[in-house]
Nanobody
Framework: QVQLVESGGGLVQAGGSLRLSCAAS????????MGWYRQAPGKQRDLVAR???????NYADSVTGRFTISRDDAKNTVYLQMNSLKPEDTAAYYC?????????????WGQGTQVTVSS
């Protein structure tokens, strides 16, 4: 499968910013979409943002206008710029990739990176 490596999490004050990065590696695969999901303790893992192969994006209502997802196709890397952070954004953030290979359509997840927003 495709392997994902995440970075960029940390501790910030409310109103601050962070940028998360996720790089995909492997061979003989074609990316359909990449995205970011988050999970707080005791809660479900929810979609934050997603960008398709064609460049279309979608965001959770709670982050629209504050977060921006982007990509670098040459590096197979996706980014999440997070501005105006709130304490309720505190969660583990997971990178996700949807891809095609000789085995068919597959999904892979990153290891997660912690984002903590203090008040």
């Amino acid at each position: 499968q495709v392997q994902l490596v995440e970075s960029g999490g940390g501790l910030v004050q409310a109103g601050g910013s962070l940028r998360l990065s996720c790089a995909a590696s492997g061979s003989a695969f074609s990316i359909n979409a990449m995205g970011w999901y988050r999970q707080a303790p005791g809660k479900q893992r929810d979609l934050v943002a997603r960008i398709s192969r064609g460049g279309s994006t979608n965001y959770a209502d709670s982050v629209t206008g504050r977060f921006t997802i982007s990509r670098d196709d040459a590096k197979n890397t996706v980014y999440l710029q997070m501005n105006s952070l709130k304490p309720e954004d505190t969660a583990a953030y997971y990178c996700n990739v949807e891809f095609f290979s000789s085995a068919g359509f597959r999904v892979s997840w990153g290891q997660g990176t912690q984002v903590t927003v203090s008040s």
